[in-house]
């Protein structure tokens, strides 16, 4: 069966950069969610999609973005990267908001 | 606004045997998910069991089964027959079934299969 896909699966970045981290979604799955899980932690919400519109939004920083595009797949946008966010981010998708939520492979983020 | 509490320290167990994890989820909605999520040392999450609170009959899937008590806020995982490939962190987590349609996690819980 088809899983979400994250791309890409590794990124190192320096302090300050930007950086864009991709999600494609389980096929007819309409709705998206971010998590950034830190060494040692619990997944965190940052925010999620519902047909293309926010959701919900979680403790995202304001130097982040989101958005969901017309084929389901979603991007986020990291900008003024800092130590501190250095992470594992999670993307997961379901069929509407009360379903399961699978996630994918996870982007190892590391900013030096 | 919603709290999953795991408390239990790193378990282990010897393959064949049976150990549970406990969890507790403090909300004030009625109606929420609740479910187990795996993550083994790959870091992948992967859903393990799903309950509903408004179901009484405890879900099962293989050898993975719940004990939700819905009085008293408890929703433990029991893994039987435990394989080596078991070893993984547990997390805990619920969803509001109305509200914001986030998880929230639990610290989770680490499980050591011992050969």
């Known amino acids: 069966a088809a899983g979400v896909i994250q791309s890409p699966r590794h990124l190192i970045k320096e302090k300050r950069e930007t950086a864009t981290l991709k999600c494609y979604p389980i096929p007819r799955h309409d709705t998206v969610y971010w998590y950034q899980q830190g060494p040692g932690q619990d997944p965190q919400f940052l925010i999620s999609f519902y047909e293309k519109m926010q959701s919900d939004k979680g403790s995202i920083p304001d130097r982040f973005s989101a958005q969901q595009f017309s084929d389901y797949h979603s991007e986020l946008n990291m900008s003024s990267l800092e130590l501190g966010d250095s992470a594992l981010y999670f993307c997961?998708?379901?069929?509407?908001?009360?379903?399961?939520?699978?996630f994918g492979p996870g982007t190892r983020l590391t900013v030096t | 606004a919603q709290t999953v509490t795991q408390s239990q320290p790193e378990m282990s167990v010897q393959e064949a045997e049976t150990v549970t994890l406990s969890c507790t989820y403090d909300t004030s909605e009625n109606n929420y998910y609740l479910f187990w999520y795996k993550q083994p040392p790959s870091r992948q999450m992967i859903l393990v069991i799903r309950?509903?609170?408004?179901?009484?009959q405890n879900a099962t899937e293989n050898r993975f089964s719940v004990n939700f008590q819905k009085a008293a806020k408890s929703f433990s995982l029991k893994i039987s027959d435990s394989q080596l490939g078991d070893t993984a962190m547990y997390f805990c987590a619920g969803l509001q079934y109305y509200g914001n349609n986030r998880l929230a996690f639990g610290k989770g819980n680490q499980v050591v299969v011992i050969p």
């Open positions: 997961a998708s379901s069929l509407g908001l009360r379903d399961e939520q699978y």
């Open positions: 309950q509903e609170a408004y179901k009484q």
